[in-house]
């Protein structure tokens, strides 16, 4: 998963759960992180201090945490991405699965409609 896709997975799941998007600077965090940086330089990137990049990284990771159920910091961010992403896909393919898609049953190539074949297991219905 490239880190344009880890963005938009990160920034739906904020969405969907707290109804705000990521901000440049949380953006720029979860990219820097990905890429080891230290908050220090992530901060020289987005023109504010040391301190206040460290500050928005934590309360992200924490949000992070509650959201996906598990710790998440700078030594794990990655991992737990790519777990709940792929949690992710896997359950809106399940609920595809179970009905949520269209569903075609039947497709005839031909340009007769097919004979039904008799269920001799049933009675014939008589015509009236």
Do not use: W
Request: charged share 20%.
């Amino acid at each position: 998963m490239d880190t344009a896709h880890i963005l938009q997975f990160v920034d739906e799941v904020l969405s969907a759960n707290t109804g705000k998007h990521l901000n440049d600077l949380q953006r720029g965090i979860i990219e820097g992180i990905l890429k080891r940086q230290k908050y220090s330089d992530i901060a020289n990137t987005y023109g504010c201090t040391a301190g206040h990049a460290k500050d928005v990284g934590y309360e992200l990771l924490h949000m992070l945490s509650d959201i996906f159920g598990e710790p998440v910091d700078k030594r794990n961010l990655k991992s737990v991405l790519k777990r709940q992403s792929t949690i992710k896909i896997a359950l809106n393919n399940s609920n595809n699965i179970e009905g949520n898609s269209n569903t075609i049953n039947y497709i005839n190539g031909c340009s007769e409609l097919p004979t039904p074949t008799p269920d001799k297991s049933q009675p014939a219905t008589p015509d009236y």
